[in-house]
């Protein structure tokens, strides 16, 4: 299970730190992500680390302001977000890749690749 929070109202300009907490499967074993999707939109990746930690990918709206990590130890990751923007206005998910000790780019970036989501915390940017 995946358990995403720490969304929230946020004024543009303004951050926010997401937290996943995940029971059952460990990150030191599965690459994990997140993704977003707003309204109307399809979902739409933000940013990846390897299960070993070593490798971090970000999507093109995330780069330079948001930061992925993982905290092995507490299980959980976490998706601080920077310079937030009223287009960051999103659902957040976390997600699990569906197969342990597996990281590759460009499957990575792809949410069929995810099996394991979470329930998704909503960011609200006002302008």
């Known amino acids: 299970q995946l358990q995403a929070s720490g969304g929230g109202l946020v004024q543009a300009g303004g951050s926010l730190r997401l937290s996943c907490a995940a029971s059952?499967?460990?990150?030191?074993?599965?690459?994990m992500a997140w993704f977003r999707q707003a309204p109307g939109k399809e979902r739409e990746f933000v940013a990846a680390?390897?299960?070993?930690?070593?490798?971090?990918f970000y999507g093109d709206s995330a780069k330079g302001r948001f930061a992925i990590s993982k905290d092995n130890a507490k299980n959980t990751g976490y998706l601080q977000m920077n310079s937030l923007k009223p287009d960051d206005a999103a659902v957040y998910y976390c997600?699990?890749?569906?197969?342990?000790?597996?990281?590759?780019?460009?499957?990575?970036?792809?949410?069929?690749?995810?099996?394991?989501w979470g329930q998704g915390t909503q960011v609200t940017v006002s302008s």
């Open positions: 680390i390897s299960y070993s930690g070593r490798g971090t």
């Open positions: 059952g499967r460990t990150f030191t074993k599965y690459t």
């Open positions: 997600a699990v890749y569906r197969q342990p000790y597996y990281v590759s780019n460009p499957e990575v970036r792809r949410s069929s690749e995810y099996a394991y």
